[in-house]
């Protein structure tokens, strides 16, 4: 028991943007002398390095160091690093912040918390660490990962239990991964359990092809569902470079050469993006997606592709059919509440909490998300339709256009979508740019349920032509599509797949309707 120090170093396995070695500095407190003691993090130091020797790494261990050993330490680690190194450092232990400085301050196993000094002569402020690392070599990407902050209910001398939000105004190539937002603490477990936040970016690191924003980002979203929004992690970089722990996988090599008779469907007369409004269910508006064929997965020149993108593949979608033109609002839902009730005689109720830009689902033309596949899946069934597919989403999402990273040709989509929002919020639908189809939102404000189970490795099982794919027969979590509001630019790129097991304040979905006699009758318009 004690404060546990981890040295790592190792030379990346292959090429990637970072070529030097990897270096990684583990601090993990366990027994605290006057605070109470976290005999987690110690299991959560141990798994972190056995990940890290799974990943390559030669890993040198030192324990029970105080503040007057950390320095030292600190120093002797930023001595190995080189240009194009990479830097990871990871504490767990409690944190404090102070009303005179905006930093935080980690912790010490012999802290005092009555000590009338300076809370920066007391313990270790992370600017600083990150100030050291910049100095050493500004080129180096930049891993903080703090597994705090932790509940603390002793009174500190000139401080508070705590984070802050990290600045990273005079950092470069840094991430920042804190276990929950300001405000928030770290859910409590059962004894000696690892906390949720380390276990979700151990279990990420493992998986081959996971870019370094992905291992980070899909942890936040696991523990933030795990805990119902009560602890949301914190995840902040300016990181440009790629980096994986592992690198993607091989491709499998291609099947041999087969000669393949390909005949185009014939087209729909229905011109592509005709809108009509669905007067006999949820009164959203839909438009036509003519059938047609295209390439789904990874476009040719996209290095930022994930495995489970690859192969592009060619689809056909061999009928027409109507799609909601933007995700189902928060209005329709309440129509369809209010007629299942009817039904079902029993009060239906919109789920809790409510985003705050809803204002308690009184702005009902915002996006409808906190909603489980199954729930959305009844919504469309009542709408007189379905979810989409994957590649129904997909082959709309693209509207008629060929190998295209994102949804309206080149990388600039500041102004045409909800992403990357500094008020991490929905936007009413249909604020932003349709798409060529008059689609609204297929990239950014809101993830959006497909139909199909996922899988990461459909794309390699489904053959070179397939026709109306619907996806694996079986799985644990469905496939999402689009990216959303809190998303950075790689979430938007039309092929970027993902998967959800649960309803969540960023996902939402959009039915389509098939071309049958009914639907006309429902849209008014002629067979």
Known sequence: MGLALVVATAAQQAATPNTGKRYALLVGNTAYKLLPALPA???????????????????????????????????????????????????????VQSAESDDNYLLPVDFNPNDDNPIDSRSVALGVIQQ?????????????????????????????????????????????????????????????????????????????GSRLRDVFENAKD???????????PLVEDNVVEGFYFHEPKAPEPPPPPVTLTI??????????????????????DYVWIPNGQFQMGCVPGDNRCNTNENPQHEVRISKGYWMGRNEVQVRSYQDYLEAQSKKLKKKLSMPRPAPIETRNWSNGSYPMVEVKWDDAKEYCAWAGGRLPTEAEWEYAARAGSK????????????????????????????????????????????????????????????????????????????????GSYNSDQNYLRISFRKSFGDGVNNLGFRCVLEDRPETSQRLDVKP
């Open 263 to 284: 005949v185009e469907p014939k087209r729909d007369a229905r011109p592509p993006g005709a809108q009509a409004r669905n007067l006999l269910g949820d009164h959203e």
């Open 132 to 208: 050291r690392m910049d100095r050493r070599n500004e080129t180096a990407l930049k891993i903080f990962m703090l597994e705090s902050p932790r509940k603390l209910d002793v009174a500190i001398r000139g401080a508070t239990a705590g984070v802050r939000v990290p600045s990273l105004e005079d950092s470069h190539e840094s991430l920042f991964a804190f276990a929950a937002l300001p405000g928030q603490t770290v859910s409590a477990r059962p004894p000696g359990s690892m906390s949720l936040f380390t276990q979700q970016v151990i279990a990420n690191i493992g998986k081959p």
């Open 41 to 95: 993090a110690l299991a959560e130091t141990n798994a972190l390095q056995a990940a890290l020797e799974q990943a390559g790494f030669e890993v040198t261990r030192k324990d029970n160091t105080g503040k007057a050993q950390f320095i030292p330490e600190l120093v002797k680690f930023l001595d190995q690093i080189q240009p194009n190194d990479v830097c990871f450092f990871y504490f767990s232990g409690y944190t």
């Open 403 to 482: 190998d295209a990273i994102y949804p309206f040709g080149g990388t600039n989509l500041r102004g045409k979508v909800n992403f990357d929002n500094p008020k991490t919020q929905a936007e009413p639908v249909g604020k932003y740019n349709p798409n060529a189809w008059g689609l609204y939102d297929m990239a950014g404000n809101v993830w959006e349920w497909v139909s199909d189970f996922y899988s990461e490795t459909y794309y390699r099982e489904v053959g070179r032509l397939a026709v109306d794919p619907q996806g694996p027969s079986m799985g644990k979590e469905h496939a999402a599509r689009g």
């Open 222 to 232: 696991e523990v933030a569902r795990a805990t119902e929004r009560r602890q949301i």
